[in-house]
């Protein structure tokens, strides 16, 4: 066994220990080295993976988005779907993926200030992930011109979206519904209204048929 996997392991190891603790104890071991000293390794070897266990949160959330994303770009449809769509597969993928680890992630939002999330160390990696994804999905849809390139709006789009994000966290983290239907509703409407305000629609094309007609009169 080499280096690179003793300490992939032993990563991995962290992570699960954890995760275990946290469900048994509902809270975060009282320190480091307490926790070290029971998972019979040295603080060193702790801080070669995370700076803390807020981290090991984050990575959790981060590892849940890259799986989604990996799982649903390896379809053979995935390439065929609009930004809509898109989205909207990666929700139904992010969440249905969430449900197998719920009581964990329940745990860990009892941290976070859902109603402002900015300083939440947990989040701050899946929010770096799912900006940049977004990003992509933007950029593709004003090329297909399914959504509307609008000067005040293109840089934050993503912030945006981020927003609806966290609402539909939210929502899921409360929802007692059976399979968490209306979680699903929640995503299905949240997204479709989205698009429908950033399409290209109607006054879209008034101003660009005046514009034209205006440049060329």
């Known amino acids: 066994m080499t280096q690179e996997t003793d300490s992939k392991n032993l990563k991995q190891e962290i992570i699960e220990k954890y995760q ?5 104890e509902g809270k975060s071991p009282a320190s480091v080295y307490a926790f070290c000293k029971d998972l019979e390794i040295s603080e060193a070897e702790f801080y070669q993976h995370f700076s803390d266990f807020d981290q090991i949160a984050a ?12 799982r649903l770009q ?4 995935w390439e ?5 769509e898109k ?5 139904y993928g992010f969440f249905e993926s969430l449900k197998g680890h719920r009581s964990y992630a329940l745990l860990i939002l009892k941290s976070v200030n859902m109603a402002s999330p ?4 947990e989040l701050k990696e899946l929010k770096s992930g799912y900006k940049d994804m977004v990003k992509e999905l933007v950029a593709e849809g004003q090329q297909n011109n399914e959504i509307a390139s609008r000067s005040k709006l293109n ?7 981020w927003m609806q994000f966290l609402f539909l966290l939210d929502y899921w983290r409360k929802d007692r519904s059976a399979g968490f239907e209306r979680s699903d509703e929640a995503i299905e ?5 989205s698009f429908d305000l950033i399409e290209k629609n109607a006054l879209d094309s008034a101003f660009d048929f005046g514009k034209f007609m205006f440049q060329n009169r």
């Not at 275990?20 to 048994?24: A, D, P, R, Y």
């Not at 590892?63 to 994303?69: G, K, N, P, V």
Request: proline share 2%.
């Open 74 to 77: 390896s379809s053979p449809e």
């Open 87 to 91: 989205l909207l597969s990666f929700y």
């Open 20 to 24: 275990e603790f946290l469900l048994l």
């Open 155 to 161: 840089d934050i789009y993503d912030d945006l979206f």
């Open 80 to 84: 065929s779907f609009s930004a809509r």
């Open 189 to 193: 409407k949240s997204v479709n209204l």
């Open 59 to 70: 990575h959790f959330w981060l590892s849940i988005l890259e799986a989604t994303q990996e």
């Open 118 to 121: 900015r300083g939440a160390e």
